[in-house]
């Protein structure tokens, strides 16, 4: 059997591999279990790989979620007002016009506390599960320029003044490949990029297609000729716009709000999945045999061609039962025995 970063990798190239990694994109559930808030594990690489690695080998999921990283917005427009006249920091609903983006400072990775943090616990997540998955979520440039402009000022940009969203995602988009390129520098196994504010929940298809395709295109491809590993994660209804992420450069799809095996037919063979047992009414809310039946149901029909990573669809809540967590790892282990013949 290949070893749990053996598979993910060959998974995420497209090969397939003779297991299904259970990787439950838990992080708020560690954190809360071990009774830290987010600012605290934040900027404490020791709290946060506590937590991670203490939940894990309770659970019995695979690999580790190393931290979000936020520092770009917060670095480049802290020092700006927000459109309340605040200065807070965190670079928040600051940029409006075309003259804001000439006062975003630049980027400069070295000065940022919160990658820091984040490189030492990876370091440190290395040390402690040297055979475990690790990955770190990041944000492409629409979601960068998406948070500088703040949230309703975003989607009415991108509807009336898509030049100007375009044009703050362009300004940051090297800030991004840079950061991209030195946490894959650091040893993690993939990237993780969100992309909860674009999907059908929030914006159509037209909107998409003009005001993000062309930046996550553009984006993505220079982190993957880098030599990174990508997983997009379409949070969110995007089964209109599949055809759009294809060209994306994405190695997997982390999909929520659509079946598994809809995806896998249409798209199974030019991605790999990961996904896609809901985080609430399955897993917060249904009972162990529910959950094991849908996460048993989810690999049979995403992991028949050995490409398929079970997870939640979102962030698993805090408030999901263990036992629901440890009956998804069970029946990802009896699916492999079906598909792959294992005992």
Not at 41 to 52: D, G, N, Q, R
Request: some cysteine; charged content about 30%; glycine content about 8%.
């Amino acid at each position: 059997m290949m070893g749990k970063r053996e598979a993910v990798k060959a998974i995420l190239e497209g090969k397939g591999a003779d297991r299904i990694p259970v990787i439950m994109n838990a992080f708020s559930l560690p954190v809360a279990r071990y009774g830290y808030t987010m600012p605290e594990v934040m900027a404490s690489p020791e709290k946060m790989t506590e937590c991670m690695v203490g939940t894990r080998r309770k659970l019995g999921y695979d690999g580790m979620c190393a931290g979000a990283y936020g520092g770009i917005s917060a670095m480049m427009g802290g020092h700006l007002p927000n459109s309340e006249g605040k200065i807070v920091g965190d670079g928040d609903d600051v940029v409006h016009s075309r003259e804001d983006i000439e006062k975003l400072r630049p980027y400069d990775p070295k000065k940022c506390p919160m990658l820091k943090n984040l490189l030492k616990t990876i370091e440190l997540m290395r040390k402690e599960e040297p055979d475990e998955p690790i990955y770190v979520i990041l944000h492409v440039p629409a979601a960068v320029a998406f948070t500088l402009m703040g949230a309703k000022p975003a989607f009415k940009a991108m509807v009336k003044n898509p030049e100007l969203f375009r044009a703050l995602s362009d300004h940051v988009e090297d800030a991004v490949v840079e950061s991209s390129k030195i946490l894959w520098d650091a040893g993690v196994d993939f990237l993780w990029f969100p992309m909860p504010n674009f999907g059908g929940y929030c914006i159509s298809r037209k909107t998409y297609e003009k005001c993000i395709s062309e930046s996550n295109i553009r984006a993505n491809k220079r982190i993957k000729d880098y030599g990174a590993n990508i997983v997009i994660h379409t949070c969110g209804p995007y089964d209109d716009r599949f055809d759009l992420v294809l060209k994306e450069s994405g190695d997997a799809w982390h999909i929520s709000d659509t079946q598994t095996k809809k995806v896998k037919d249409e798209y199974g063979d030019q991605v790999s999945l990961m996904g896609n047992i809901p985080c609430v009414s399955v897993l917060m809310e249904g009972t162990p045999e529910e959950v094991y039946k849908y996460a048993y149901q989810g690999c049979m029909d995403g992991a028949r061609d050995g490409r398929f990573i079970l997870s939640g669809d979102c962030d698993v809540s805090p408030m999901t039962p263990d036992e629901n967590v440890i009956e998804a790892v069970r029946a990802a282990k009896d699916a492999e025995k079906v598909l792959f013949g294992k005992k």
